[in-house]
């Protein structure tokens, strides 16, 4: 029986971990959103130089569909990789 009790301490203790990840996954998407928002409104066409000058530039509006769609499917329990990035 004590082997049992420690299954199910240990089965909550991943689940309560495993929602806390989540949450903060999600978060992490939403304020990348923003940050993808707040980028897309300094450049008329919707892509910017980063800061540093290094040639890379800030994700389209096209990578904005797919991080929606990832945070509505982590938000339903499920997170599926799509390709891309």
């Known amino acids: ?18 929602n806390y990840e989540q949450a903060a996954l999600v978060e992490r998407m939403q304020e990348f959103k923003r940050q993808i928002d707040r980028e897309s409104r300094w450049s008329p066409n919707g892509m910017n130089d980063s800061p540093n000058g290094d040639g890379i530039q800030a994700i389209g ?25």
């Open 1 to 18: 029986m004590p082997f049992l009790l420690q299954v199910l301490a240990y089965a909550q203790q991943s689940r309560e971990r495993s």
């Open 61 to 85: 509006r096209s990578s904005h569909k797919m991080i929606e769609a990832a945070m509505q499917s982590a938000s339903q329990g499920k997170v599926t990789y799509t390709g891309g990035i």
